[in-house]
């Protein structure tokens, strides 16, 4: 059974920090995903990482992938308020989108000023 | 981008009663999509995979009686809670991968939330 652990599950930090959220998974993967969700919204799609050694950034967001060591980390540089929200990682079993994901518990992130 | 539209966004209902959720994928055809389910402050579980044409691949722990999908066309799928009672209160959210796209990511529909009294 794939299982995936996201820490921290909470996060309170103040603007301008750094930091990092890590997202372990069991089994062998094709991909993992990043989503973004605001309260009583729907999924944000943040990244997809494809393979071993896989970085991605958008702004202040930036992910990575080590399939080897089956962990991904999703880093905040310099966080400011409107990234307070809930991150989520995810694993497609089979690749393609022929399964569906299993999501971690999500990192319910909160940014003050 | 790709877009998926869920209907209702909101619904109420008596316990008892059954409730039909939409899922449609509006710029491309789907021949898998997902329904997931989100209890408040919890992650995401994936309840089934509809699959057009055929018979629906349900998650262990989830009574496919009671949740009934159909994906009758390549952009739409449906998920009926039947016979609904207070415990099926949820977040319900679909998703649908773009065929063919092996670097797209899975795409979600807005979600219904369905209050069962």
């Known amino acids: 059974e794939l299982k995936v652990e996201q820490n921290p599950l909470f996060l309170s930090m103040q603007e301008g920090k750094n930091y990092t959220i890590y997202c372990n998974y069991s089994t062998t993967s094709d991909r993992l995903y990043w989503y973004r969700q605001d309260p009583g919204k729907s999924l944000e799609s943040l990244f997809v990482l494809l393979s071993n050694g896989a970085v991605k950034q958008e702004g202040r967001l930036m992910a990575s992938l080590d399939t080897k060591a089956r962990l991904s980390t999703l880093h905040i540089t310099a966080a400011v308020h409107d990234l307070s929200a809930t991150y989520f990682c995810a694993v497609d079993k089979a690749g393609g989108g022929a399964d569906g994901l299993t999501f971690g518990k999500g990192t319910h992130l909160i940014i003050q000023p | ?117």
Request: with cysteine; glycine share 6%.
């Open chain 2, 1 to 117: 981008g790709a877009v998926v539209s869920q209907h209702p966004s909101r619904v109420i209902c008596k316990s008892g009663t059954s409730v039909k959720i939409e899922c449609r994928s509006l710029d491309f055809q789907a021949t898998t999509m997902f329904w997931y389910r989100q209890f408040p402050k919890q992650s995401l579980m994936l309840m089934a995979t509809s699959n057009e044409g055929s018979k629906a691949t349900y998650e262990q722990g989830v009574e496919k009686d009671k949740f009934l999908i159909n994906h009758a066309s390549l952009t739409l799928s449906t998920l009926t809670v039947t016979s609904a009672h207070p415990e099926d209160s949820s977040f319900y959210i679909c998703s649908a991968a773009r065929p063919g796209r092996s670097t797209d990511t899975q795409y979600f529909g807005p979600g219904t939330r369905l209050t069962v009294l």
